[in-house]
């Protein structure tokens, strides 16, 4: 049982992840190879919410996305500004990300010298100083509370789920699909291409950010090397591999891509040289991804209700 | 004094060593419809492109309604009152009719972030309001049993319709269309010489048109002026009538006699 909660708990996770890669690069065709950092982000600062300042644990998540979605900014302003696309803004992200980790990667150290620190800049930040220890560079933060359930990580993709939908269905989502199909004509016709990119970075970081909280508090301690790229090129492989345009796309393979490296536990390793055939495969037969253009709706369910429906109405006249 | 909607004032760009446009004057009155014609490489569609600012000028102004819009984003110029048509069509492939034209009403989004996460009933309301103007638009064109097609699937004079419509949805004062009637026969351009006229008559656009269809430019600008471009210079300005026994533009088109 503990191990099936573990595949459902961490799948979740991945999904809710998957979404945010979704919004930004399935809706808004921005390629993203950096969002293991918008994770780290999140988790720690959500860590930090409720480890240091005893902020229950969903306020705290929301907190950590929010700064994740913050932090987009710093990346964001400049790449949009300067008008980075395509394989670019993908670099810039990815250098974000690894920049990210190993800045955590030496609080230990950094947060020890400005403990020692007598005078100049160190002085400055003082106040920081121990928390930047604790949390512990490559050692890890450790000791965090794990409210992380089977229940909560549900409840947490399901809402994500709905507000995924609610945002790319909204005059904002399809300004970003409009982008992603005709930058230039989405221009004229006058989409503010800054604006809106930087609304989908936000919100797609937010996600990311969540995402990294909830595993803080499952894992019960948080360490950089979490982050890595091949966290960053699993999320984005979840969207490719499940299409773009389309959120069940990558909630299906973000939760699959979780699944079948436990299922083929002997082949974990070969993992990023599958994903890489596969890349490659589904590029040439299905460059819109499995389910691409998919677009999520309940119209089979209303189907489905009105035949049910109907049937017992007619059984009950005949 | 200003009461033109449109003032080009001395407009130049070149384009490394080559001037593209060169010293070219338009002024345009609201209301007005005028043609823009030339030879192909005169620089009509290369004026357009500085009016929407996608090319900034080397020097000259360009005024709308009385204010300087030179170096203003594109999108802000949309959002000020001028709208376009692509030369070759730049539609959202993968959108259908529908989204297309809707795109154009909320290209700047009518609620905030957050009612859009939530939808809220205003937000709701609004939507309902967009979805009723934009059918209303697409069936102006002759589009509403098309409004479900994907754009790229339709036909190439349609998606010429479908791009009239989603520049209308911005709502502008000043249209600019470029070869509306490109690739069209002679039965499909006279289709449509009547839906421009519509389109002008009913919503009181300012509007300039670039085409090479003769027929279309003179009935369409018949009580109203041809600008004639040549080589990036303004050649001439006048009525249809005086357009065609102009002998600059006949030596444009057709080149110079032959002496021998």
């Known amino acids: 049982m503990g191990y099936i909660n573990t595949i459902i708990i961490l799948g979740g996770i991945n999904i809710i992840a998957a979404l945010g890669v979704a919004i930004l690069t399935g809706y808004t065709g921005l390629f993203t190879i950096g969002h293991a950092g918008f994770m780290a ?52 992200t990815l250098g974000f990300s690894e920049a990210t980790r190993l800045l955590l990667n030496n609080t230990r150290s950094m947060g020890q010298s400005i403990v020692d620190a007598e005078s100049g800049i160190g002085m400055l930040f003082k106040p920081i100083g121990p928390l930047l220890v604790k949390l512990g560079g490559v050692f890890g933060y450790m000791n965090l509370p794990g409210p992380t359930s089977v229940f909560v990580v549900v409840v947490a993709v399901i809402l994500a789920l ?31 291409l800054l604006k809106t990119k930087m609304i989908a970075l936000f919100v797609s970081a937010f996600y990311a950010g969540v995402a990294g909280g909830l595993m803080a508090f499952y894992f019960a301690y948080l360490t950089p090397s979490f982050f890595t790229i091949t966290k960053s090129s699993d999320l984005l492989a979840a969207v490719v591999f499940g299409g773009i345009q389309s959120l069940i796309g990558p909630v299906i393979t973000g939760f699959v891509l979780v699944l079948f490296p436990e299922l083929l536990r002997t082949f974990a390793e070969w993992r990023l040289i599958i994903y890489g055939f596969l890349f490659v495969i589904v590029m040439i037969f299905r460059p819109q991804g499995l389910l691409g253009y998919v677009e999520m709706n309940f119209q089979f369910a209303r189907i489905w209700w009105k035949k049910i429906f109907h049937r017992r109405q007619s059984s009950q006249e005949g | 004094m ?13 384009f490394g060593g080559v001037r593209a446009v060169n010293n070219v004057s338009i002024m345009l009155e609201p209301g007005e419809f005028v043609g823009l014609i030339g030879p192909n490489g005169a620089g009509k569609t290369t004026i357009f492109n500085l009016i929407t600012n996608a090319i900034k000028p080397t020097a000259g102004e360009i005024d709308f309604k009385g204010k300087n819009i030179l170096g203003k984003s594109p999108d802000r110029i949309c959002q000020l009152g001028i709208s376009r048509t692509f030369q070759n069509i730049r539609l959202f492939p993968q959108m259908t009719a529908y989204e297309n034209v809707e795109l154009g009403f909320h290209s700047a989004p009518q609620y905030s972030l957050m009612e859009a996460f939530v939808r809220t009933p205003r937000a709701r309301r609004i939507e309902i309001d967009t979805r009723k ?50 690739g069209m026969n002679d039965d499909e351009c006279n289709d449509l010489i009547k839906l421009i006229r519509e389109i002008h008559t009913t919503m009181h656009y300012t509007m300039i048109m670039i085409e090479h269809h003769m027929n279309v430019v003179m009935d369409l600008c018949r009580d109203s002026r041809i600008y004639v471009l040549n080589l990036g210079s303004m050649l001439a300005v006048g009525t249809p009538t005086e357009i065609q026994s102009n002998p600059d533009v006949i030596r444009a088109y057709l080149g110079e006699p032959k002496n021998d």
């Not at chain 1, 919410?49 to 229950?56: A, D, I, S, Y």
């Not at chain 1, 987009?72 to 670099?91: C, H, M, Q």
């Not at chain 1, 992603?180 to 016709?189: F, T």
């Open chain 1, 41 to 92: 982000l999140g988790g720690y600062m959500s860590a930090i919410f409720v480890k240091e300042l005893g902020v229950p644990f969903p306020i705290a998540l929301l907190l950590g996305g929010t700064f994740a979605g913050l932090c987009s900014f710093i990346i964001g302003y400049p790449a949009f500004r300067s008008e980075l696309r395509g394989d670019y803004f993908a670099v810039a």
């Open chain 1, 162 to 192: 709905f507000f995924a939908h609610m945002f790319v269905t909204s005059q904002y989502g399809k300004n970003c699909i409009a982008i992603s199909q005709d930058e230039v004509a989405a221009q004229m016709m006058g989409v503010n």
């Open chain 2, 2 to 14: 200003s009461q033109e909607i449109l003032n080009i004032k001395n407009l130049t760009v070149d």
């Open chain 2, 133 to 182: 103007k934009a059918m209303e638009l697409l069936e102006m064109v002759n589009l509403k049993e098309h409004s479900h097609a994907r754009a790229s699937s339709l036909p190439y004079g349609l998606q010429r319709r479908l791009e009239m419509a989603r520049a209308m949805a911005t709502n502008p004062e000043l249209l600019l269309l470029d070869e509306p009637a490109a």
